[in-house]
């Protein structure tokens, strides 16, 4: 069982927004950073969003974060077939030292 | 533009050690974080630890008893090595540069090994 809490679905049609959320607790989320990855399918992650609603370089600015307290939200803006794929939540977790990642989201483009 | 390659066997027989390289290139590892995280098939991903520049590691609490993480600087390579496998370790394991807490930027395309006899 993940530290993190996502949602293992979400759906939308081509342009529209989706949100994902992610819930943790005052040790992860709430004290630290949370990170954003897209798995396309049959490939490696990749970081989608870091830091304070940071994008890497080619990242669009359709992908975008939020927190609150101890839960985080990843919306994504004007939806597109190519979107399809899994995504994950990640902080560090000051408990227990480490990295810890939510279950995933899976998101279908209707 | 850091690229990572995992390599090593695709399968491992119960009770044996688990032993993967991760080659580096278009950076050294004399800088970063350089992780190892594995997504176990229909799960999610998880972290197994990573190895800093200077030598110091960190792995995840349900692992620890189990995992090692080096690095060949002269090689630059960093390797994984996860001892008295179960099944429950089959997952396709990733290698990957990050920063500290989390953030993990370059991801090489990933291996899957399979415990099985």
């Known amino acids: 069982q993940s530290v993190l809490t996502q949602p293992p679905a979400a759906s939308g049609t081509p342009g529209q927004t989706v949100t994902i959320s992610c819930s943790g607790g005052?040790?992860?989320?709430?004290?630290?950073?949370v990170y954003w990855y897209q798995q396309l399918p049959g490939t490696a992650p990749k970081l989608l969003i870091y830091g304070n609603d940071q994008r890497p370089s080619g990242v669009p600015d359709r992908f975008s974060d939020s927190k609150s307290g101890t839960s985080a939200s990843l919306a994504i803006s004007g939806l597109r077939s190519e979107d399809e794929a899994d995504y994950f939540c990640?902080?560090?977790?000051?408990?227990?030292?480490?990295?810890?990642f939510g279950g995933g989201t899976k998101l279908t483009v209707l | 533009q850091v690229q990572l390659q995992e390599s090593g066997p695709g399968q491992v027989k119960p009770s044996e050690t688990l032993s993967l390289t991760c080659s580096v290139s278009?950076?050294?590892?004399?800088?970063?974080?350089w992780y190892w995280i594995r997504r176990p098939p229909g799960k999610g991903l998880e972290w197994i630890g990573y190895?800093?520049?200077?030598?110091?590691?960190n792995y995840d609490g349900s692992l620890m008893s189990r995992v090692i993480i080096s690095t060949d600087k002269s090689k630059n390579q960093f390797s994984l090595r996860l001892n008295s496998v179960t099944a429950a370790d089959t997952a396709m394991y990733y290698c990957?540069?990050?920063?500290?807490?989390?953030?993990?930027?370059?991801w090489g395309p990933g291996i899957l090994v399979t415990v099985s006899s």
């Open positions: 005052i040790s992860d989320i709430g004290r630290n950073y």
């Open positions: 990640a902080s560090w977790d000051d408990s227990l030292s480490g990295v810890v």
């Open positions: 990957a540069r990050g920063r500290a807490y989390g953030a993990i930027e370059y």
């Open positions: 278009g950076g050294s590892i004399s800088s970063y974080y």
């Open positions: 190895i800093h520049s200077s030598g110091s590691t």
